[in-house]
């Protein structure tokens, strides 16, 4: 059996709360389980994030925090985003729609000349075993 990862506590969840009583529903919390889980399956196969495109502006994580971390942070603050991934050569992405629940993940693309473990990481991802 895979272990399920728990997401942190967002910074930018707390500061909605606060500000505005939002708490996370159900779907919400499954979103995080599912991209902090994805987050960790790609860590593992060599490729970390390296920056987020929310349509309008690409911004490259800072070097100097923890990745997984700033991405969520990121993300969970867009309707929809573009991460992209490296591993020091190639720069695969993954497109999440947010409010889309389970199906958080809108799609992904990676180099048809050298898939490997990118391909292998998100063919592989059961987004429906995190719910």
């Known amino acids: 059996m895979t272990t399920i990862l728990q997401p942190p506590e967002l910074e930018h969840d ?7 009583g939002t708490e996370l529903r159900a779907n ?10 994805l987050l960790h399956a790609l860590k593992a196969a060599g490729f ?8 309008e502006e690409d911004t ?4 100097a925090q923890d990745p997984l971390k700033q991405t969520m942070e990121l993300l969970f603050n867009l309707d929809i ?3 992209t991934f490296t591993n020091g050569i190639r720069l695969p992405w993954v ?5 889309n629940d389970i199906d958080i993940i809108s799609d992904y693309s990676y180099s048809s000349r050298a ?13 429906e075993a995190l719910g």
């Open 60 to 63: 490259r994580l800072d070097e």
């Open 95 to 99: 497109q999440f729609v947010m409010g």
């Open 115 to 127: 898939p490997g473990e990118f391909e292998r990481v998100m063919e592989s991802f059961d987004a």
């Open 14 to 20: 707390k500061m909605m709360a606060a500000q505005f």
């Open 28 to 37: 919400d919390r499954r979103e995080r389980r599912i991209v902090w889980n």
């Open 48 to 55: 970390t994030p390296y920056s987020i495109d929310d349509t």
């Open 81 to 83: 985003a573009q991460v």
